[in-house]
């Protein structure tokens, strides 16, 4: 199918906010924090790409598709895998894609491969599924996970077992990742509250 797609990646977001004091001012981080692709890191569906669907670098190293045309993720997406990066926290994608190979393309153009230690991209009704093979691999609880994603049905499914899931509107920013990680933060502090009086 031919879209004629928008692939402007400003964010209505403060991208000066300074992240580095956020994790000193947090009780708990989690041990893995997972995102969506389309419309959560970039601000597209890939399987809506017209066919074939092909990505590459140009000579001045932008990545484009096979008409031409620039494709750029969210503004802030790269620096807040960065910042996941440098603070040692793993990061994995769960995305309901049917073009796993053209999402890995872009993954690997935009120079992500380093940050995504999990990737579960399959078309599936749940993305329970993906988290299912993400704990099964990484051997983190769903309650040590953070998820984000675009769409309400997967927040509310992936809550339902634990997972502390985070809804963004126009794809990540600095804010989301900051309002979710204090979000992670204060639900492991009710959880582990809830245990002890429980014990």
Not at 47 to 52: A, K, V
Request: aromatic share 14%; glycine share 4%.
């Amino acid at each position: 199918m031919d879209m004629d797609m928008d692939m402007d990646t400003d964010t209505d977001t403060d991208t000066d906010t300074d992240m580095e004091p956020l994790l000193d001012t947090l009780t708990h981080v989690p041990k893995l924090v997972i995102f969506d692709l389309d419309y959560t890191l970039w601000p597209f569906w890939v399987d809506s790409f017209p066919q074939p669907i092909q990505f590459q670098k140009d000579s001045s190293g932008k990545v484009i598709d096979y008409r031409g045309r620039e494709v750029k993720p969210y503004c802030d997406s790269h620096n807040i895998l960065l910042f996941l990066q440098s603070h040692n926290i793993t990061c994995g994608v769960a995305s309901r894609t049917e073009e796993k190979v053209a999402a890995e393309q872009l993954i690997t153009l935009f120079g992500w491969d380093k940050f995504f230690k999990y990737k579960e991209m399959f078309f599936v009704d749940s993305k329970i599924s993906h988290f299912d093979n993400i704990r099964t691999k990484s051997e983190i609880d769903l309650e040590d996970m953070l998820f984000f994603d675009d769409e309400p049905r997967n927040i509310y499914e992936v809550q339902r077992f634990g997972v502390v899931a985070y809804l963004v509107e126009d794809g990540i920013t600095m804010r989301n990742f900051i309002e979710g990680m204090i979000k992670f933060s204060d639900k492991k502090t009710e959880y582990l509250a809830s245990m002890e009086k429980n014990m």
